[in-house]
């Protein structure tokens, strides 16, 4: 059996390119995540390639002697899959399969991918099925004899299956029905959220992959699946909370990543309308990645383009546990100290100097660790906003402190 899952795993090679606006640090992050990205979608990378060039060759991506080298490596090691990090135009995916004569997928196609494989309910299926429809459509006159050629693994999976898709009228018809069918499924969720009354709705936020829904676990007493791979929830999950004796909604919505196909945001529109509602917001990050802060920023650029980077939010640094950090001894390429270097205390007076003890707290989430002082910071976030609504209940929800005298 152990055999035949080897055998099911697709070798595959990732590409990318260091510009003056990507140095090559910031390039190897990059292909770290990509290379988490092929993993969770089923693949196995080999071996990564990388060029510097001012901008990406507009026919290859990459310039004509490293697309040989390229062509060498995959050829000698019987590769099948190459996935570069950026978006690739439709010109670009066509003259690349060509000349590598393989499957050739970007990061786009890759996260579209991961997300057929996640898709669990009737609606996430929709949205996805959408966002692959619209990234195909301009694609449809290079890929499809090559797709036939490849059937099943990453990449191929929905709408690329079918040979009827191959017909751009059709998968026009397709696109337009797919959002009737949203359409219609947004207004019953819009009912249903209307119909959880006044309630204080928080929405846990963040990156891929920061233990959001082992929190929504914890805190929420629910069972939402939680695996350590990217989107491993799409659909949003809301359960009813109560700290204390004060109640509210606790919503766990699909969490964010750097390059996030435009084709998802606007499929997953009704999903994120649960950030969009929330009255507050809880940005879970992981603070043990070493580029935890772009991620913040990644986050933030997300809820800015929703319209949501104005809501009150709590800042919660997660994987406490997990925290590293690098001395000077450990690296002796670095004479100078550096934000890698910091400790967790260090980086608990920096974010909490910055936004206050009331918005940020460090947690463990898998172990509870300052577990009673993260249910506090919620309690008094939701309570500010419960007795700003309902001024005549005040007297109902006590200092939180004054409640655990009360006991």
């Not at 570069?84 to 066509?94: N, R, T, V």
């Not at 919505?253 to 998802?264: A, E, H, N, S």
Request: hydrophobic share 35%; charged share 30%.
């Amino acid at each position: 059996m152990l055999e035949k899952q080897s055998l099911d795993i697709e070798k595959t090679v990732v590409v990318g390119i260091i510009t003056q606006n990507q140095p090559e640090d910031k390039l190897n992050e990059y292909l770290d995540e990509l290379e988490f990205l092929t993993v969770t979608a089923g693949g196995n990378v080999v071996k990564r390639f990388s060029q510097k060039m001012e901008k990406p060759n507009p026919k290859t991506f990459v310039g004509t002697g490293k697309m040989e080298e390229i062509r060498g490596y995959i050829i000698e090691h019987k590769v099948g899959t190459v996935i570069f990090d950026d978006e690739l135009s439709p010109s670009q995916q066509k003259n690349i399969s060509k000349i590598l004569n393989c499957k050739v997928l970007d990061r786009t196609n890759l996260i579209l991918d991961i997300f057929a494989q996640r898709a669990e309910t009737s609606y996430a299926r929709t949205q996805v099925e959408l966002a692959q429809c619209q990234y195909l459509l301009p694609r449809l006159s290079g890929m499809w004899t090559h797709l036939e050629r490849q059937k099943g693994g990453i990449g191929m999976r929905g709408p690329g299956e079918t040979e009827i898709e191959t017909d751009r009228r059709i998968v026009r018809d397709r696109i337009s029905l797919l959002k009737e069918k949203i359409k219609v499924i947004d207004k019953q969720m819009s009912v249903q959220r209307s119909n959880r009354g006044a309630m204080v709705r928080v929405a846990l936020v963040g990156y891929t992959n920061v233990g959001k829904s082992t929190l929504m676990n914890a805190i929420g007493k629910s069972d939402v699946f939680v695996e350590n791979k990217l989107f491993a929830t799409l659909d949003t999950t809301v359960r009813k909370v109560v700290i204390k004796n004060l109640p509210f909604l606790l919503s766990d919505t699909v969490g964010f990543i750097r390059k996030l196909p435009t084709q998802l945001v606007e499929s997953f529109k009704s999903t994120l309308d649960e950030v969009r509602e929330a009255d507050l917001l809880l940005h879970i990050v992981d603070i043990s990645h070493p580029e935890f802060e772009d991620h913040i920023e990644s986050v933030n650029n997300i809820l800015r383009d929703i319209k949501s980077d104005d809501k009150p939010t709590v800042m919660v640094f997660n994987k406490i546990d997990a925290f590293r950090h690098l001395t000077i001894d450990e690296d002796d390429l670095v004479t100078e100290k550096t934000k890698r270097h910091y400790t967790l205390e260090e980086w608990q007076a920096t974010w909490m100097n910055d936004l206050g003890d009331k918005n940020a707290i460090f947690i463990s989430a898998t172990n509870k660790q300052n577990f009673e002082q993260f249910r506090e910071t919620v309690y008094e976030a939701v309570r500010k906003i419960h007795t700003a609504r309902f001024p005549y209940n005040n007297f109902l929800y006590p200092d939180y402190k004054d409640a655990e005298d009360n006991e």
